[in-house]
T-cell receptor, first 111, second 115 residues
Framework: EDQVTQSPEALRLQEGESSSLNCSYT??????LFWYRQDPGKGPEFLFT???AGEEKEKERLKATLTKKESFLHITAPKPEDSATYLC????????????FGSGTRLSIRP | EPEVTQTPSHQVTQMGQEVILRCVPI?????FYWYRQILGQKVEFLVS????????KSEIFDDQFSVERPDGSNFTLKIRSTKLEDSAMYFC?????????????FGPGTRLTVT
């Protein structure tokens, strides 16, 4: 069964303090690994797709990387507006379409 | 930038009543999805829809649920006889799903409260 585990559950950082969020996954043939940002009461906002081990994607202060078992979302010099829940999700070859989500990491950036 | 839109943003209904949640997917997308998120829990897949039929559904998507694309732009989720445990955020998503792009883009959600 496809599974996604994210850690830590919550992370509080000072503005400018870089860190990484982890996403471990088990999937029968990875079709894609996705990172989303979710603000309270809102829908997931698409950030990145990673397809194969070794791949990296960047957007502003965020950088996503992928290995065969996990993905990291690195946040460099975060700002308070980066505060949100970051969701990792996977789609495997056994599924025609569904995405399996992790529980997310609640990131809080203090000014 | 094109967005998925959903209406209403908040729906309150009594147990046993029928509700219809509406979505307008991104215009050139061909794959449509419904997910739900119970407060404090994970986002869960309900159903996917392509070419006017269901392509995949989860165990949650039982006989009380149905989906429809009544015209060229709308995509709806009907819950026939709501239960207290149906209270959740319901998200519509759409995507193109070609080998280079499996992303799904989510709407803002409809908060369903069953009393």
């Amino acid at each position: 069964e496809d599974q996604v585990t994210q850690s830590p559950e919550a992370l509080r950082l000072q503005e400018g303090e870089s860190s990484s969020l982890n996403c471990s996954y088990t999937v029968s043939g990875l079709r894609g690994l996705f990172w989303y940002r979710q603000d309270p009461g809102k829908g997931p906002e698409f950030l990145f797709t990673l397809y194969s081990a070794g791949e990296e994607k960047e957007k502003e202060r965020l950088k996503a990387t992928l290995t065969k078992k996990e993905s990291f979302l690195h946040i460099t010099a975060p700002k308070p507006e980066d505060s949100a829940t970051y969701l990792c999700a996977v789609q495997g070859n056994s599924s025609a379409s569904k995405i399996i989500f992790g529980s997310g990491t609640r990131l809080s950036i203090r000014p | 930038e094109p967005e998925v839109t959903q209406t209403p943003s908040h729906q309150v209904t009594q147990m046993g009543q029928e509700v219809i949640l509406r979505c307008v997917p991104i215009s050139n997308h061909l794959y449509f999805y419904w997910y739900r998120q119970i407060l404090g829990q994970k986002v869960e897949f309900l159903v996917s829809f392509y070419n006017n039929e269901i392509s995949e559904k989860s165990e949650i998507f039982d006989d009380q649920f149905s989906v429809e694309r009544p015209d060229g732009s709308n995509f709806t989720l009907k819950i026939r006889s709501t239960k207290l445990e149906d209270s959740a955020m319901y998200f519509c998503a759409s995507g193109v799903r070609v080998p280079s792009s499996y992303e799904q883009y989510f709407g803002p959600g409809t908060r369903l409260t069953v009393t």
